[in-house]
């Protein structure tokens, strides 16, 4: 009977725990989140969530994590039907359409109760619409130019300095490599979006960020005399391009830099790992930002934004303000960033030891405005059209008249959607 009674005893007491285990949990206020995250990511975001709950430890924050390409389907439903309190996105005009359907909120007062406009400075322009902010940009990465030393060496040009180099001097150098058998500038646009890389900093280093933004916008013809210098400053480099690339994956590109076979490349920071693992190190891989092509104008700098939102929908919004502002500080971002091997969008962050994310935190931090990638800024279906385009202008430049009129009908139809 004793043993009988301490075991009812133990399940007495085991309910009772349970019940006020049920009883703090509902306390609780929850906190829905919905991402996209890739596995490591996941795990980064996840450690803070679990900070933040530590932190708060009356907030439960729920994640439900998608795969990319069935998140881009879904955010277009929950949104409307049952939205979460929080939800990842991108900056740009790739948040646009979700911001003038009314489905992401203001939260311009999160950024200005928590320093943000000054924190976050470089990410302020991709993240304003009407002159409001309507999220929060937790990581990115650079593009620029990749070189090789080595290959510098060979065709004796001199080393680009911490300023890295002139336009004018980096069209003249590109005659000096062809002259040695090196490919001034390489890429691979078999998948297209590589050749949209050269296109966007040729953009927003000849007309600046803001004419780049109405461009992508579908607000100036592709037939305007403006287009048609960002294509004439391409025609001083298309000479000394990969003669291939239409043939070329990205990676094919990335092994002719490491081989020395050509000596610049324009890329995000993603392709360190490839051009490490083909056997290049910290001593012959260079970096350096796209030159300054019309002296005055801002450097604007290209850097594809991964964010966070609020959705009009959301039932806990001063939670979900409460982590954004956690997600945008120094610290978390530190945390955060140096999990994925990318970079915080605050400038109070710290990075780590490698040159090239250094290189990037600076360039990036300090610039004017960032752009998001051409398909990232443009309409999905302006963006293919568009890439073409790209693509055959730097295997015949010379059909530049018949693409820029296809590209202006496409520009007519498809904004007009």
């Known amino acids: 009977m004793k043993r009988t009674g301490r075991t009812i005893g133990a399940l007495a007491l085991g309910t009772a725990l349970a019940l006020a285990g049920t009883a703090m949990a509902q306390e609780k206020r929850v906190l829905r989140y919905y991402a996209d995250y890739d596995p490591i990511p996941l795990a980064a975001m996840e450690e803070l969530i679990a900070d933040f709950e530590a932190a708060n430890p009356d907030i439960d924050v729920q994640l439900n994590n998608f795969d990319h390409e069935g998140y881009k389907t879904a955010i277009r439903n929950f949104l409307s039907a049952d939205a979460p309190d929080l939800a990842n996105w991108y900056a740009a005009n790739r948040m646009r359409p979700f911001v003038e359907a009314g489905q992401f909120m203001d939260v311009s007062d999160v950024w200005q109760e928590n320093n943000l406009y000054d924190a976050l400075s470089s990410s302020?322009?991709?993240?304003?619409?009407?002159?409001?902010?309507?999220?929060?940009?937790?990581?990115?990465?650079?593009?620029?130019?990749?070189?090789?030393?080595?290959?510098?060496?060979?065709?004796?040009?001199?080393?680009?300095g911490p300023d890295g180099v002139s336009w004018d001097q980096f069209v003249e150098n590109c005659k000096k490599f062809q002259a040695?058998?090196?490919?001034?500038?390489?890429?691979?646009?078999?998948?297209?979006?590589?050749?949209?890389?050269?296109?966007?900093?040729?953009?927003?280093?000849?007309?600046?960020?803001?004419?780049?933004?109405?461009?992508?916008?579908?607000?100036?013809?592709?037939?305007?005399?403006?287009?048609?210098?960002?294509?004439?400053?391409?025609?001083k480099i298309q000479p000394y391009i990969t003669k291939d690339h239409a043939a070329l994956d990205w990676q094919d590109a990335a092994s002719l830099l490491v081989q020395g076979k050509a000596a610049h490349y324009v890329m995000g920071n993603f392709a360190v790992g490839v051009f490490k693992e083909g056997g290049m190190t910290n001593e012959n891989l260079g970096f350096m930002v796209f030159p300054e092509i019309t002296p005055g104008i801002p450097r604007a700098e290209e850097a594809p934004t991964d964010t966070i939102h609020i959705p009009s929908g959301a039932k806990n919004v001063e939670d979900a303000k409460k982590f954004l502002a956690f997600?945008?500080?120094?610290?978390?971002?530190?945390?955060?960033?140096?999990?994925?091997?990318?970079?915080?969008?605050?400038?109070?962050?710290t990075v780590g030891d490698d040159p090239f994310i250094k290189a990037g935190f600076e360039s990036l931090s300090t610039a004017s405005a960032l752009a998001q990638f051409f398909d990232r800024?443009?309409?999905?279906?302006?963006?293919?059209?568009?890439?073409?385009?790209?693509?055959?202008?730097?295997?015949k430049p010379e059909n530049l008249d018949r693409i820029l009129d296809r590209l202006e009908k496409a520009r007519q139809r498809i904004y007009k959607k």
Not at 124 to 140: E, H
């Open 327 to 349: 997600v945008a500080s120094a610290d978390a971002q530190t945390k955060l960033n140096a999990k994925i091997g990318q970079l915080p969008t605050n400038k109070y962050s």
């Open 180 to 235: 040695a058998g090196i490919d001034c500038l390489t890429t691979g646009t078999k998948a297209l979006w590589p050749g949209a890389g050269i296109f966007d900093y040729l953009s927003l280093r000849t007309n600046g960020y803001d004419w780049h933004m109405k461009l992508t916008g579908g607000e100036i013809p592709w037939t305007d005399e403006s287009v048609r210098k960002v294509f004439a400053e391409w025609a």
């Open 377 to 395: 800024d443009a309409p999905a279906e302006m963006a293919k059209v568009a890439m073409e385009g790209f693509q055959e202008f730097m295997v």
């Open 124 to 160: 302020v322009a991709s993240m304003t619409i009407d002159d409001k902010q309507w999220g929060i940009p937790y990581t990115y990465y650079q593009w620029g130019i990749y070189y090789n030393r080595d290959a510098y060496k060979a065709a004796g040009v001199e080393l680009p």
